[in-house]
């Protein structure tokens, strides 16, 4: 079954830097999609970011960048110039052909002024 | 454009009681998700639909049962709750042909005591 792991609970940033989000998922598919969600206090989800497996070209949406490493079935995501509306809950998600959408356990973002 | 709408916001349900969860959507999206999220954790799935008639079992199915008769409605029915099942419940429904971003419902906080 896939799985998708994220291995930091907790991440802070000072504002204007930059902060890297892991995340690794298993699965023996070769096409998938790729997710980065966030989810500020309001518990609204929000997409940040979205990657397909077979565009090697990582994706990036103004502040927000991934780094996609196919082999190493490893997906972060990097944000620049950090801002306090960032913090949030960060989920990592991976969808296949069989149509499920599978969360990681998400790693909570605090930004300090 | 309501999206996805789910009601009730917030339940308190008695141990041995039974409840159904609504879901609407009105993007005409095919696929439709159901997830727990549990204080401080990912979101966990339950059950999805691809389409009105088919459902499918997700990584947390005991305790819960759909069904999808329209491709608007998609209604989790919690029978016999237990205070496990205390959670957050979200519903989400993706269009796979517009690109696969899933829009989330508010969410039902659901207690049970």
């Known amino acids: 079954a896939q799985t998708v792991t994220q291995s930091q609970p907790e991440m802070s940033v000072q504002e204007a830097e930059t902060v890297t989000l892991s995340c690794t998922y298993d699965t023996s598919e070769s096409d998938y999609y790729l997710f980065w969600y966030k989810q500020p206090p309001s518990r609204q989800m929000i997409l940040v970011i979205r990657?397909?497996?077979?565009?090697?070209q990582n994706a990036t949406e103004n502040r927000f960048s991934v780094n996609f490493q196919k082999a190493a079935k490893s997906f972060s995501l990097k944000i620049s110039d950090s801002q306090l509306g960032d913090a949030a809950m960060y989920f990592c998600?991976?969808?296949?052909?069989?149509?499920?959408?599978?969360f990681g356990t998400g790693t909570r973002l605090q930004v300090f002024p | 454009n309501a999206g996805v709408t789910q009601t009730p916001k917030f339940r308190i349900l008695k141990i041995g009681q039974s409840m159904t969860l609504q879901c609407a959507q009105d993007?005409?999206?095919?696929?439709m998700y159901w997830y727990r999220q549990d204080p401080g954790m990912g979101l966990k799935l339950i059950y999805y639909s691809v389409g009105a008639g088919i459902t499918d079992k997700g990584e947390v199915p005991n305790g819960y049962n759909v069904s999808r008769s329209t491709t608007e409605d998609f209604p989790l029915r919690l029978e016999l709750a237990a205070p496990s099942q205390t959670s957050v419940y979200f519903c989400a429904s993706i269009s796979r042909e517009a690109g696969t971003e899933a829009f989330f419902g508010q969410g039902t906080r659901l207690t049970v005591v």
């Open positions: 990657q397909e497996a077979y565009k090697q």
């Open positions: 998600a991976y969808m296949d052909d069989t149509d499920k959408l599978i």
């Open positions: 993007m005409n999206h095919n696929y």
